[in-house]
């Protein structure tokens, strides 16, 4: 740490559960201003955690409810992130608890991101809006060397999704395994992979298997953030319903469930919302402090 001054608090949140064993941890600091971005990235490498936020004041000139619009930015324990979905829920819930459910504007480095957070029966719900999307080829010898690191042959894809890099506020690569089983079974190239996403600039790879028309199972290797896999991936989620409306793979007004962190122990469950003339995408989940 650089700055003189106290540590500053962190506090800890599960996002896309509603249990402090499932979802995706985060630390949150709600109060940021002292940190230099050597200080954040200490703090979120100390943690270990996929991601963690931390919040300033918002933007000169950025409209919104007084007390209820911040800057936020995400570091990985590696890296800084354009965008975290899962820390985003976190930070929501911290606040929630502090200043009460209602809407809320986060100012990224993707963009602005509108969440609405909820509470009902005592849980706290979070609807974050992703940034407007976009979804690109991936050159096939990029594509043969994501398989090549994942040891997936290219005959365990799933025909019916075609591999793309898909963007919501970050960008991931999009591959779908035709069984659960090739899913469950993940043990990858880490290094080789990591290069790869550099490269590409990747956040995550999201790893998908269609259940039903609307649900699926999804699992996010994340060696660039210094994590072999995320347990619960928002801004992933916001990425995948951008590509599957690309596509026609569901209706154009669609609500989608992702379960994301079986394969960890740590299972988690995302809601993606698809609104037929609006091209962004809304990712809500549950969230609760750990500690």
């Known amino acids: 740490m650089t700055t003189n001054g106290p540590r500053p608090e962190v506090v800890r949140y599960t996002a896309f ?21 050597s200080d954040m990235l200490a703090v979120a490498a100390e943690l270990g955690y996929s991601e963690s936020a931390f919040l300033t004041p918002p933007p000169e000139g950025l409209e919104g409810q007084e007390g209820r619009t911040y800057s936020v930015r995400y570091f ?11 820390a985003t829920v976190a930070a929501a819930v911290a606040l929630a608890e502090r200043i009460g459910p209602g809407k809320l504007v986060f100012s990224t480095r993707a963009g602005v991101v509108p969440v609405e957070v909820t509470q009902e029966s005592g ?13 690109e080829e991936i050159a096939d010898a990029d594509l043969t060397e ?29 591959l779908a395994a035709a069984t659960r089983a090739r899913l469950a079974d993940l043990a990858y190239d880490f290094a080789r992979l990591e290069a790869l996403m550099h490269r590409l600039d990747l956040t995550t790879v999201q790893l998908v298997w269609r259940e039903t ?5 999804v ?5 660039v953030g210094g994590v072999v896999e995320d347990p ?15 596509f026609g793979l569901v209706p154009e007004d669609a609500v989608l469930t992702l379960h994301q962190g079986e394969d960890l122990g740590r ?7 698809l609104r037929a003339g609006d091209p962004r995408v809304r990712v809500g989940g549950a969230g609760m402090r750990i500690r």
């Open 146 to 174: 994501a398989l090549a690191a994942l040891d997936w042959p290219a005959a365990d894809l799933d025909p019916a999704f075609p591999p793309r890099i898909a963007f919501a506020g970050a960008r991931h690569l999009v």
């Open 123 to 135: 849980t706290i719900r979070v609807t974050l809006t992703s940034v407007e999307p976009h979804i």
């Open 17 to 37: 559960s509603d249990t402090p064993d499932g979802g995706n941890p985060a630390g949150v600091v709600l109060d940021a201003t002292a940190l230099d971005d």
């Open 213 to 217: 028309a609307t649900v699926f199972h």
């Open 76 to 86: 990985s324990p590696k890296a800084e992130v354009p965008f975290c979905g899962h």
């Open 219 to 223: 699992r996010d290797p994340f060696p």
């Open 267 to 273: 299972p988690g469950r995302l809601t993606v919302t």
């Open 232 to 246: 619960a991936t928002g801004a992933a989620a916001a990425a995948f319903g951008a590509y599957v409306r690309e």
